[in-house]
Nanobody, 115 residues
Framework: VQLVESGGGLVQPGGSLTLSCAAS????????MTWYRQAPGKGRELVAR????????YYADSVKGRFTISRDNAKNTVYLQMNSLKPEDTAVYYC?????????WGQGTQVTVSS
């Protein structure tokens, strides 16, 4: 199994980024996919989850209304569109499969929100 996150970077407050997670080694379309993040000095927290056919969407309260999770089962990829970014969104972002993390973590992608 491989989970490869990309799309992070440095962005000013109020800006936008779209993260991607390319998955391989398992039947992507059979699993819910979840985005997590880990800020410096903090534990990993769940950000958003999407059911295997685009149903059962969950967002953490801290990102509701600003972030959108989506997936393309034909490309084995899950996305996280992040708008109205705040400094407190600064973290390394990871994806994983399932309602609880089922596989080894990828390297993550760093998102830094700063002026």
């Amino acid at each position: 199994v491989q989970l490869v996150e990309s799309g992070g970077g440095l962005v000013q407050p109020g800006g936008s980024l779209t993260l991607s997670c390319a998955a391989s080694g398992f039947t992507f379309s059979s699993y819910a996919m979840t985005w997590y993040r880990q800020a410096p000095g903090k534990g990993r927290e769940l950000v958003a989850r999407l059911g295997n056919v685009g149903n059962n969407i969950y967002y953490a309260d801290s990102v509701k209304g600003r972030f959108t999770i989506s997936r393309d089962n034909a490309k084995n990829t899950v996305y996280l569109q992040m708008n109205s970014l705040k400094p407190e969104d600064t973290a390394v972002y990871y994806c994983n499969a399932g309602r609880v993390p089922l596989f080894n973590w990828g390297q993550g992608t760093q998102v830094t929100v700063s002026s």
